[in-house]
């Protein structure tokens, strides 16, 4: 009942409207408009007539959409009301439009610097009521426009900004309430200094601050994006610096309102449901505030409190910014040199600072940009102007940095100006920072493991009261036959385990070079006395490497068994392991594409055949670049395989709480949760492909950019589709395009974060050596750092995995 009265009302409302003014747009000199009358914009989208705003009883000429009459876009009379009915607005002989009240005083007019012949006031389409010569529809004769004096609502068309040859400023500031529409506390305006920027202000002082188009957006929106309801443009030149947005559809309406409660919004009409639809807000969160963390600080929502000083800087007053009062701002721990003394630290994902007294260029380059400000000892900072294609132009500021803040996406980057004393400081720092958090991790995963390995003890021992007495191993039922050796001989081939023949340093003890008397080299791994579980490591090794013949496996040729020594003696690999070759920059350039392809295949086939073909099944545990020895002809061999079964399902060596694997290598869910399958040989299998490809060391892995270790960064490169700048330049031009990408997608198939995405060898080796088409890999597993990394710690983050050197004992 309610809901048809209303529409009685409505239509009755419509009927009234199109007798009084069906087709008027327009009134000349000679014409007046009435309280009670109205224009109608051509296309009808827009009315122009008198109101009473919400409870009040103030009359107000205004105009408002066709669609929703409550929306009012535009008010007159804003701060002069009328009291009653009697308005009337009329457009005299010299064009100026009057408002006038009962006793024919002026309650409000426009005004204009020229005459026409034949002017008229006509309210256009686009919600603009202009002055104008009746026969000139060019809006640069406009005589007056209302979109040059906006209030609240800035509507499509309309530029927020400044046209810098006549000084006019368009700004948008709210009504004081939805009942009062005389200008209130907040305005938006585009403050011209500098680098021109938008600012919200509240009275005289900014409130926040939208900051500076990057030629995308404004700095302070991120998530500001092209949509299908409005196109938007930036210009800023010698006339006119202004955004502006257009409806990509005019039957689709959108403008944008500062409400009296300081809030930007942006609404959407909704045809099928009549109803606006809140499109977007501004920001309301802490950060926003303007200049909340003071000078040289940034703010940042992830983090609690959410100012912390800049890289390299102080609290300026340490009493107060520990009570929360970050108004002091920070100060430089170490003063700038000037000049050669001086550099740039690159924050990434950052709301450029203020940019009011800022400098900018749009044509120069960063690196220019960069020679700009170095020259200029007052320069603290500089940035591109416009993000798009990789960034151009240059911004340059001098002075304190203000209102920085950080996100987690949709930030820029801000180069920031420091001594080169500190910039060396923070570099070390950041590394070891990133080791301590790490430690941190680490630890209390040892903790649990510990936990686990009590657990597992206790078992171990009640199963071995069963079994004392033999020694027999698990899987060793049948006896081993296999050469013994002498320790004498042993000796005399290593001149008696002489420092010098020493090729390494195993988890499990030394190993040496030596020669037999028959004039065989071999490679003679001495087992620690100080091993535990030695002998049946021993023995399991021996046992099961005899079993295991494959032409990318290291041949173990017999063992020594004898006044407490335990040695395996293998066959000797002259070209040492592949880390000597792909980390080395001389010795690389011998592994040319097809060797490293080679290497890469014979890898795969060597883990293929302990996973699937070998009788016994045999996980490795602990593939990396160190156990892939080179023979003769650079053919790869697997080695150190034998330990890591007779672990069972205990991982830990409980003396020395040796995880066994190596970081660098191990798959995220062995290193977390000590689950192990075949699928983190595959894992392993990865890193070690993309370190054949680049030639650097996942571990070690540290790029100047960004925060995450080599996985990451070869993610980062897929995903924006420049895989190739992965491949190491010393691999020249041996190699193809599409080979190239198949070794960078197959080695990131591999380290895929979830076991289960990996693929298992088999198909591994058939994506290596076919054609078949390969899924799309997913995200790498341990590839970023933890997130509580600090803005800073984006960059200083050399490797998550960097920590094993310290914590663990890799082998
Ligand atoms: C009409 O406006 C004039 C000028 O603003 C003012 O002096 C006068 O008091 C107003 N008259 C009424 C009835 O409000
Ligand atoms: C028109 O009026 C506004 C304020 O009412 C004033 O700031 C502006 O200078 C005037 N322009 C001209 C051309 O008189
Ligand atoms: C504009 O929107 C209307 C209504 O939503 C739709 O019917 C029309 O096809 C659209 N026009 C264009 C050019 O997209
Ligand atoms: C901007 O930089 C370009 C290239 O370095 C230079 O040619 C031009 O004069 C500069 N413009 C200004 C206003 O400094
Ligand atoms: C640096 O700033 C100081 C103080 O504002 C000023 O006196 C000096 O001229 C500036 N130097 C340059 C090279 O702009």
């Given at each position: 009942?309610?809901?048809?009265?209303?529409?009685?009302?409505?239509?009755?409302?419509?009927?009234?409207?199109?007798?009084?003014?069906?087709?008027?747009?327009?009134?000349?000199?000679?014409?007046?408009?009435?309280?009670?009358?109205?224009?109608?914009?051509?296309?009808?989208?827009?009315?122009?007539?008198?109101?009473?705003?919400?409870?009040?009883?103030?009359?107000?000429?205004?105009?408002?959409?066709?669609?929703?009459?409550?929306?009012?876009?535009?008010?007159?009379?804003?701060?002069?009301?009328?009291?009653?009915?009697?308005?009337?607005?009329?457009?005299?002989?010299?064009?100026?439009?009057?408002?006038?009240?009962?006793t024919?005083?002026?309650?409000?007019?426009?005004?204009?610097?020229?005459?026409?012949?034949?002017?008229?006031?006509?309210?256009?389409?686009?919600?603009?009521?202009?002055?104008?010569?009746?026969?000139?529809?060019?809006?640069?004769?406009?005589?007056?426009?209302?979109?040059?004096?906006?209030c609240?609502?800035?509507?499509?068309?309309?530029?927020?900004?400044?046209?810098?040859?006549?000084?006019?400023?368009?700004?948008?500031?709210?009504?004081?309430?939805?009942?009062?529409?005389?200008?209130?506390a907040?305005?938006?305006?585009?403050?011209?200094?500098?680098?021109?920027?938008?600012?919200?202000?509240?009275?005289?002082?900014?409130?926040?601050?939208a900051?500076?188009?990057?030629?995308?957006?404004?700095?302070?929106?991120?998530?500001?994006?092209?949509?299908l309801?409005?196109?938007?443009?930036?210009?800023?030149?010698?006339?006119?610096?202004?955004?502006?947005?257009?409806?990509?559809?005019?039957?689709?309406?959108?403008?944008?309102?500062?409400?009296?409660?300081?809030?930007?919004?942006r609404?959407?009409?909704?045809?099928?449901?009549?109803?606006?639809?809140?499109f977007?807000?501004?920001?309301?969160?802490?950060?926003?505030?303007?200049?909340?963390?003071?000078?040289?600080?940034?703010?940042?929502?992830?983090?609690?409190?959410?100012?912390?000083?800049?890289?390299?800087?102080?609290p300026?007053?340490?009493?107060?910014?520990?009570?929360?009062?970050?108004?002091?701002?920070?100060?430089?721990?170490?003063?700038?040199?000037?000049?050669?003394?001086?550099?740039?630290?690159?924050?990434?994902?950052?709301?450029?600072?203020?940019?009011?007294?800022?400098?900018?260029?749009?044509?120069?380059?960063?690196?220019?940009?960069?020679?700009?400000?170095?020259?200029?000892?007052?320069?603290?900072?500089?940035?591109?102007?416009?993000?798009?294609?990789?960034?151009?132009?240059?911004?340059?500021?001098?002075?304190?940095?203000?209102?920085?803040?950080?996100?987690?996406?949709?930030?820029?980057?801000?180069?920031?100006?420091?001594?080169?004393?500190?910039?060396?400081?923070?570099?070390?720092?950041?590394?070891?920072?990133?080791?301590?958090?790490?430690?941190?991790?680490?630890?209390?995963?040892?903790?649990?493991?510990?936990?686990?390995?009590?657990?597992?003890?206790?078992?171990?021992?009640?199963?071995?009261?069963?079994?004392?007495g033999?020694?027999?191993?698990?899987?060793?039922?049948?006896?081993?036959?296999?050469?013994?050796?002498?320790?004498?001989?042993?000796?005399?081939?290593?001149?008696?385990?002489?420092?010098?023949?020493?090729?390494?340093?195993?988890?499990?003890?030394?190993?040496?070079?030596?020669?037999?008397?028959?004039?065989?080299?071999?490679?003679?791994?001495?087992?620690?006395?100080?091993?535990?579980?030695?002998?049946?490591?021993?023995?399991?090794?021996?046992?099961?490497?005899?079993?295991?013949?494959?032409?990318?496996?290291?041949?173990?040729?017999?063992?020594?068994?004898?006044?407490?020594?335990?040695?395996?003696?293998?066959?000797?690999?002259?070209?040492?392991?592949?880390?000597?070759?792909?980390?080395?920059?001389?010795?690389?350039?011998?592994?040319?594409?097809?060797?490293?392809?080679?290497?890469?295949?014979?890898i795969?086939?060597?883990?293929?055949?302990?996973?699937?073909?070998?009788?016994?099944?045999?996980?490795?545990?602990?593939?990396?670049?160190?156990?892939?020895?080179?023979?003769?002809?650079?053919?790869?061999?697997?080695?150190?395989?034998?330990?890591?079964?007779?672990?069972?399902?205990?991982?830990?060596?409980?003396k020395?709480?040796?995880?066994?694997?190596?970081?660098?290598?191990?798959?995220?869910?062995?290193?977390?949760?000590?689950?192990?399958?075949?699928?983190?040989?595959?894992?392993?299998?990865?890193?070690?492909?993309?370190?054949i490809?680049?030639?650097?060391?996942?571990?070690?892995?540290?790029h100047?950019?960004?925060?995450?270790?080599?996985?990451?960064?070869?993610?980062?490169?897929w995903?924006?589709?420049?895989?190739?700048?992965?491949?190491?330049?010393?691999?020249?031009?041996?190699?193809?395009?599409?080979?190239?990408?198949?070794?960078?997608h197959?080695?990131?198939?591999?380290?895929?974060?979830?076991?289960?995405?990996?693929?298992?060898m088999?198909?591994?080796?058939?994506?290596?050596?076919?054609?078949?088409?390969?899924?799309?890999?997913?995200?790498?597993?341990f590839?970023?750092?933890?997130?509580?990394?600090?803005?800073?710690?984006?960059?200083?983050?050399?490797?998550?995995?960097?920590?094993?050197?310290?914590?663990?004992?890799?082998?």
């Amino acid at each position: 009942m309610k809901s048809f009265t209303h529409l009685f009302v409505f239509y009755s409302f419509l009927f009234s409207l199109l007798r009084i003014s069906i087709t008027q747009d327009t009134i000349t000199p000679t014409q007046s408009l009435r309280d009670g009358g109205t224009l109608v914009s051509a296309g009808q989208s827009f009315q122009l007539g008198f109101f009473r705003p919400g409870n009040s009883n103030s009359r107000y000429l205004g105009i408002w959409y066709m669609i929703s009459s409550e929306i009012v876009a535009w008010v007159a009379n804003r701060d002069a009301p009328l009291s009653d009915h009697s308005g009337v607005l009329k457009v005299t002989g010299d064009g100026i439009l009057v408002l006038l009240n009962s006793t024919n005083g002026v309650v409000w007019s426009s005004n204009t610097s020229r005459t026409v012949e034949n002017p008229v006031a006509q309210l256009l389409d686009t919600g603009n009521l202009v002055v104008k010569d009746r026969n000139d529809d060019n809006p640069e004769n406009f005589l007056w426009q209302s979109f040059d004096y906006p209030c609240d609502t800035l509507l499509p068309e309309m530029k927020l900004g400044w046209n810098l040859v006549t000084g006019l400023e368009r700004f948008l500031s709210s009504w004081r309430s939805t009942d009062d529409p005389s200008q209130g506390a907040f305005s938006i305006r585009l403050d011209p200094r500098g680098l021109p920027q938008v600012v919200t202000m509240e009275g005289d002082s900014i409130k926040n601050r939208a900051g500076s188009w990057n030629g995308l957006r404004f700095t302070g929106y991120p998530q500001f994006r092209p949509n299908l309801v409005f196109d938007y443009e930036f210009v800023l030149n010698e006339k006119e610096v202004y955004y502006r947005f257009k409806l990509l559809n005019t039957s689709v309406f959108s403008r944008y309102l500062e409400n009296p409660s300081g809030v930007g919004q942006r609404f959407t009409w909704r045809d099928r449901t009549h109803t606006w639809e809140l499109f977007s807000t501004s920001q309301a969160d802490q950060c926003e505030s303007y200049g909340l963390c003071g000078a040289y600080a940034t703010c940042n929502m992830n983090r609690s409190p959410v100012c912390s000083c800049l890289e390299g800087f102080l609290p300026k007053s340490p009493k107060y910014w520990d009570s929360i009062d970050w108004s002091d701002g920070c100060v430089r721990t170490t003063p700038l040199e000037c000049n050669d003394g001086d550099g740039f630290l690159k924050h990434t994902g950052v709301k450029l600072p203020d940019t009011s007294s800022c400098w900018y260029n749009k044509s120069m380059s960063l690196k220019e940009c960069e020679g700009m400000c170095l020259k200029n000892c007052n320069c603290t900072a500089y940035a591109s102007l416009d993000v798009r294609g990789g960034g151009s132009g240059c911004v340059l500021w001098f002075g304190s940095l203000i209102d920085t803040r950080e996100y987690s996406e949709g930030g820029q980057d801000l180069y920031l100006r420091m001594a080169i004393s500190e910039l060396e400081h923070l570099e070390k720092k950041r590394c070891s920072d990133k080791q301590k958090l790490v430690a941190i991790i680490v630890s209390s995963a040892l903790l649990f493991v510990g936990m686990t390995i009590v657990a597992l003890a206790s078992y171990i021992w009640k199963k071995k009261l069963k079994t004392q007495g033999t020694t027999q191993i698990s899987h060793g039922k049948e006896d081993m036959e296999l050469p013994m050796f002498d320790l004498a001989a042993i000796a005399n081939a290593t001149d008696n385990f002489s420092n010098n023949k020493k090729l390494g340093e195993g988890g499990f003890g030394p190993v040496y070079k030596g020669k037999l008397a028959d004039g065989r080299d071999i490679a003679v791994k001495r087992l620690s006395k100080n091993s535990k579980q030695g002998l049946n490591e021993l023995k399991n090794e021996v046992i099961l490497i005899a079993k295991l013949q494959h032409r990318n496996l290291v041949k173990l040729l017999g063992c020594c068994i004898q006044e407490n020594e335990n040695m395996l003696i293998y066959e000797y690999m002259p070209n040492k392991s592949l880390d000597f070759f792909i980390f080395d920059q001389a010795k690389s350039k011998l592994l040319d594409w097809h060797k490293r392809i080679n290497i890469i295949r014979g890898i795969a086939k060597g883990l293929l055949y302990l996973h699937e073909d070998s009788r016994l099944r045999i996980i490795h545990r602990d593939l990396k670049a160190s156990n892939i020895l080179l023979d003769n002809n650079m053919n790869p061999k697997i080695s150190d395989f034998g330990l890591a079964k007779s672990f069972g399902g205990d991982q830990i060596d409980s003396k020395t709480n040796r995880i066994i694997g190596s970081y660098g290598y191990m798959s995220p869910e062995y290193a977390v949760h000590g689950q192990y399958s075949i699928k983190s040989d595959v894992f392993s299998f990865g890193v070690v492909v993309l370190e054949i490809l680049s030639g650097k060391k996942n571990k070690e892995f540290c790029h100047p950019d960004h925060h995450v270790n080599l996985l990451g960064h070869a993610w980062n490169l897929w995903i924006e589709d420049k895989p190739m700048e992965l491949i190491d330049e010393l691999v020249g031009n041996s190699c193809t395009l599409s080979s190239v990408l198949r070794h960078i997608h197959v080695g990131l198939l591999c380290v895929q974060q979830r076991p289960e995405d990996r693929p298992n060898m088999s198909s591994v080796v058939q994506m290596l050596t076919s054609e078949i088409l390969l899924p799309k890999p997913k995200q790498p597993g341990f590839f970023t750092d933890s997130p509580t990394a600090d803005f800073s710690g984006k960059h200083g983050t050399c490797s998550a995995n960097e920590i094993s050197n310290t914590v663990f004992e890799a082998r």
